[in-house]
Nanobody
């Protein structure tokens, strides 16, 4: 089964940018639809960006135009470029993978903290 490790979180000033990575191992990365979720304190985890195994992307309205999801199957890594970050974006960011061959197979990373503050 695939294992996922997020990295790239940290502290950024309002208006700044971060690039998160989600490195996969242990399985054929190319058969997985990948997603980015986030969970702010006291709130439910929410899905906001998805990239299919074919590279199609979908975004929640609140990140459109500011966040970009991408993947590099050769490196078995998914990315999230986040621009113009605002304090409301502060959360723990999680990546997940769902197998296109068996939708019951879903894996999560451990999360990476993003803090937006001056």
């Amino acid at each position: 089964q695939v294992q996922l490790v997020e990295s790239g979180g940290g502290l950024v000033q309002p208006g700044g940018s971060l690039r998160l990575s989600c490195a996969a191992s242990g399985s054929d990365f190319s058969i997985y639809t990948m997603g980015w979720h986030r969970q702010a304190p006291g709130k439910q985890r929410e899905l906001f960006a998805v990239i299919s195994s074919s590279g199609s992307t979908h975004y929640a309205n609140f990140v459109k135009g500011r966040f970009t999801i991408s993947r590099d199957d050769a490196k078995e890594t998914m990315y999230l470029q986040m621009n113009n970050l605002q304090p409301e974006a502060a959360a723990v960011y999680y990546c997940n993978a769902r197998s296109d061959l068996d939708r019951r197979i879903e894996r999560w990373g451990q999360g990476t903290q993003v803090t937006v503050s001056s």
